[in-house]
């Protein structure tokens, strides 16, 4: 159950201090299906002080969907199942839980006193002095009918041009992953009476694409996929400020569907902090699958589109071109299984090498592409379990003579002048004895 | 030595070659049709096809062609041929004759089959260019004959002789009229033609014989030019209009319908998305069953095995599935039952007005199932000779599978099930479906899928047998419920 990622950041109440993370293993830990991760705070902690941490714990395929197979009109239900208390090495004194759900609509929840429930709300504790490793497992199960969309494969490929243009392919197995869809699916129903008919289906899907991209295409195996609509943003200075508010307290981001984002804290914190935060213009890529998406049902697409050099590929200190890059799937609060990234560069390159904030797999290919004699390195980033949460931005830096650009101009003319030498001589020279 | 090898190779072939030829020879007088298939067969006797397969009278490449379709295709060309023909005869050699035999015949069978239109096609390009060469002859020689300061006529090389030309002017005139083309005119030669004579001391007969008779066949030169101008004209609006029939007639994806509203271009993308939904979200053993018109489409894009396909290789096969959607509910099931059949797929053009779904091609269904099957009759499903699906339809047509299929819960589009494409609100507005259920509708409803319902296992009534016969196979099932409807 918690084979999933996990990635931290973490806050102070007013200065936001990333605290460091590391995985470790506990050799003498109880045999309970756990992984341990360290968290390394700024300042040493003397004995009688007190310091706040906030921990961001993001799980994917964490919510079951019980039924497991709905028909068209009925919603969609699922199971969350958690301890009351926080697994923990250390001794709790004191501990409140609160689950946010989505809706009011609440089948079932196990009690353990002190239990309350307001609203959307439900409040597990306070509970005190617990000792270290103690779990209480409780189980809610409530209506959740954000659109479960899962992404099973997607393979990027980002082939890095020096003549000016990125070439980015990405082709996309997408996959409804929540509660199967059974019987019939009646389009009359689905049509006319929408919301209480396909309620945990989903027609649209947002991808955000980066300012001045151009020629995108939609499209699958049988061919292009008329239903989609480009908006770019044409404001000239680039940046936009949104204001966000952030609640640091308990709360389900129930706008992502099967990632469950809990934010628990040791106090109790109910300050609301408002944060604003710088955002570039972007392109945004509403898309449309040729169907819509029920329970169990497949799409698969490709989406491809255009970027100008200069936004991503800079000169770092020690000679080396590196391409700056977002990692992960230009489609919104989607969650990958299995994302892999090919960053092709171009023809003449040595020596690449990734820089990417969290553990990837990775590995060189080669590619063939036009007029290619040597090949194209190809660098491979893989990653399992990838979700919004990774969106950073990674480098790949590689040495590269700008001798080699002229490689294939050299190549063609050559070929060209051989071709017509060829001609003139074979006119000229006479053969006969 | 070597005489007796050659002798014996030479025997053993002859005997090889009259050995295959009398194989031939035996296959061909053993057919019933003498080795011709039923299409070329129907191309010689018109009534063939439908009188005995009606497969192949149902497409609509086979039919006869229309005269606007004449037009359509070959444009200009359809006046132009028979000066062609004209000009073929003049002289008539051995290859002119060629053209005038190929000409005819193309014509008479492109008459009776508007797919051979293909035939015709080169043929009329042939004739009409030899006749379009003929008028560029005659009008470029009228100019170059007219030119000012060019003394041609004492140049032209020596032709036929002719002793009396000056008296054989006149007849020459009216004799060469009917062979001039269309546009000849009355010329005025006379003041021309006497002044050249004076200048020009006799020379030859033969050069002044030709030299008249090139002076007769010359047209003003303001009107050739203008003619000629008009030909090049004329044969501009022939590319235009060809590259415009190729654009909109010949390369529009059937698959792919759109439409200009006043916002733009509308998309109807259905049969795609529901190729794109089987392949996605079935099985890859399933077997999809539909007609014919759409195997070829399914098996590439949706990838699954269809009961029939364009090849329309097996009449029983197509038969079967015409059969199958004629009938009612419960033999439809066991018909496609016993093929195997998963998903069927139905076209349906009644909600936005596509006319070429499967209810207009029916009645095609019901004959070609009628051939083979005698229990389909066709004027079961017509009322007074007319093919009708509203409230006066027949009872066989209403209950047809093809007609359920088509039309279910389509009532509850709009409220009154009106069709767009027959015009008409249909007959029978409710009901339910029994043996299939509605897996996949389009957007614009225009392809819908629907899944055989599988047996009950047990049926209600024959408790006792059924104990019994737990161990026996769906089939036995079936063929011991012929009076219980087990699916009630």
């Known amino acids: 159950m918690v084979d999933a990622l996990a990635i931290k950041g973490k806050r102070k109440k007013t200065t936001s201090v990333r605290l460091e993370v590391k995985p470790i293993e506990l050799p003498d830990a109880p045999p309970i299906d756990t992984k341990y991760f360290t968290i390394y705070l700024a300042n040493p902690l003397n004995s009688g002080e007190s310091t706040t941490l906030e921990v961001l714990y993001v799980f994917t395929h964490f919510l079951e969907p019980f039924p497991a197979e709905i028909a068209q009109s009925e919603s969609q239900l699922v199971f969350y199942n958690d301890t009351a208390l926080i697994l923990s090495p250390y001794h709790i004194k004191q501990q409140t839980t609160f689950i946010k759900t989505p809706s009011t609509k609440v089948e079932s929840f196990i009690r353990m006193e002190p239990t309350n429930r307001v609203g959307t709300e439900i409040k597990y504790g306070p509970y005190e002095d617990r000792p270290p490793y103690s779990i209480s497992p409780i189980h809610v199960h409530f209506e959740n009918n954000s659109p479960f969309a899962v992404v099973e494969e997607l393979v990027q490929e980002i082939e890095i041009s020096h003549w000016g243009n990125i070439q980015v392919t990405e082709h996309y197995k997408l996959v409804h992953a929540g509660a199967r869809h059974k019987g019939v699916f009646s389009r009359v129903d689905y049509q006319s009476r929408q919301s209480s008919n396909g309620a945990s289906s989903f027609r649209y899907l947002l991808a955000r694409l980066p300012p001045r991209v151009h020629s995108v295409y939609y499209r699958d195996e049988i061919g292009n996929i008329s239903s989609s609509h480009l908006r770019t943003d044409s404001l000239k200075n680039g940046r936009r400020f949104i204001a966000l508010c952030v609640l640091n307290a308990r709360c389900f981001d129930y706008s992502v569907a099967n990632v469950v984002s809990s934010f628990m804290i040791m106090h109790l914190h109910l300050n609301a902090a408002f944060a604003i935060i710088p955002v570039e213009a972007k392109s945004e890529l509403e898309i449309e699958p040729r169907y819509p998406l029920f329970g169990g049902w497949k799409a698969t697409f490709v989406i491809g589109y255009g970027l100008p050099l200069q936004d991503f590929l800079f000169e770092s200190s020690d000679d080396k071109r590196y391409l700056n890059f977002t990692f992960g799937c230009p489609l919104i609060g989607m969650v990958v299984d299995k994302l892999t990234i090919k960053v092709v560069l171009p023809e003449g390159s040595t020596d690449p090498s990734p820089v990417v904030p969290f553990p990837v797999e990775h590995h060189l290919e080669a590619k063939y592409s036009s007029l290619d004699v040597v090949g194209r390195t190809v660098v491979v980033l893989e990653k399992k379990n990838f979700v919004p949460m990774h969106n950073s931005h990674f480098q790949v830096y590689y040495t590269f003579k700008p001798i080699f650009m002229l490689a294939e101009p050299l190549m063609l003319a050559s070929a060209f002048f051989m071709f017509f030498v060829a001609c003139v001589a074979y006119i000229h020279i006479d053969l006969s004895i | ?488």
Not at chain 2, 6 to 32: D, E, H
Not at chain 2, 344 to 350: D, E, S, T
Request: positive net charge; proline residues 5%.
């Open chain 2, 1 to 488: 030595m070597f005489k007796v090898a050659v002798t014996l190779v030479v025997t053993v072939g002859l005997a090889v070659c009259c050995a295959v030829i009398a194989v031939l020879i035996a296959l061909v007088a053993s057919s019933p049709t003498k080795g011709w298939s039923g299409r070329s067969l129907s191309l010689l006797d018109p009534t063939y096809a439908s009188k005995y397969i009606p497969i192949i009278a149902s497409v609509s490449e086979h039919q006869p062609p229309t005269w606007p379709s004449y037009f359509m295709d070959i444009n200009v060309l359809a006046f132009l041929v028979p000066a062609g023909i004209i000009a073929c005869f003049l002289p008539l050699s051995d290859a002119s004759s060629f053209i005038v035999l190929y000409i005819a015949t193309s014509v008479y069978f492109s008459g009776v089959m508007v797919r051979l239109m293909l035939v015709l096609a080169p043929a009329a390009c042939i004739t009409s260019g030899i006749a379009l060469s003929e008028a560029f002859d005659v009008l470029t020689g009228s100019i170059k004959f007219q030119l000012p300061g060019v003394t041609s006529n004492a140049e032209v090389d020596a032709g036929e002789t002719s002793s009396d030309a000056r008296e054989a002017q006149t007849d020459e005139v009216k004799a060469e009229k009917p062979d001039d083309t269309s546009k000849n005119r009355p010329s005025k030669k006379s003041k021309k033609k006497e002044r050249e004579l004076a200048e020009n001391p006799p020379a030859k007969a033969t050069a002044k014989a030709k030299a008249e008779k090139k002076r007769l066949l010359a047209l003003p030169l303001e009107a050739s030019v203008i003619s000629l101008l008009l030909l090049v004209v004329l044969g501009a609006f022939y590319v235009v209009h060809s590259v415009w029939a190729a654009a909109e007639a010949y390369s529009a994806p059937s698959i792919v319908l759109t439409t200009r509203s006043r916002d733009g271009l509308h998309v109807f993308d259905d049969f795609r998305e529901a190729y794109a939904w089987l392949s996605h979200n079935t099985d890859v053993n399933d077997k999809v069953a539909s007609w014919w018109d759409y195997g070829y489409q399914t098996t590439a894009m949706a990838n699954r095995t269809v009961i029939v396909d364009n090849n329309t290789w097996n009449n029983t096969h197509i038969a079967t599935v015409g059969t199958a959607m004629s009938s009612p509910e419960r033999a439809a099931w066991e018909i496609f039952h016993s093929l195997d059949v998963k998903y069927v797929l139905v076209v349906f053009g009644g909600l936005i007005g596509y006319p070429s779904d499967d209810i207009n091609k029916f009645l095609w269904m019901v004959r070609i199932g009628g051939g083979v099957f005698p229990h389909i009759k066709e004027p079961d499903y017509l009322r007074d000779g007319q093919y009708r699906i509203d409230s006066q339809a027949t009872p066989t047509m209403l209950n047809c599978l093809m007609y359920k299929l088509s039309y279910y819960r389509f009532v509850e589009t709009d409220g009154k099930a009106y069709d767009r494409v027959r015009r008409t609100e249909i007959g029978k507005k409710y009901f339910k479906l029994t043996h299939f259920e509605e897996v996949f509708t389009t957007h614009h409803w225009m392809v819908r899928i629907y899944k055989l319902k599988p047996l009950k296992n047990r049926i209600r009534g024959k408790a006792k047998k059924s104990k019994s016969k737990t161990s026996s196979t769906s089939s036995s099932k079936r063929s011991g419920t012929k009076k219980k409807n087990p699916w009630q």
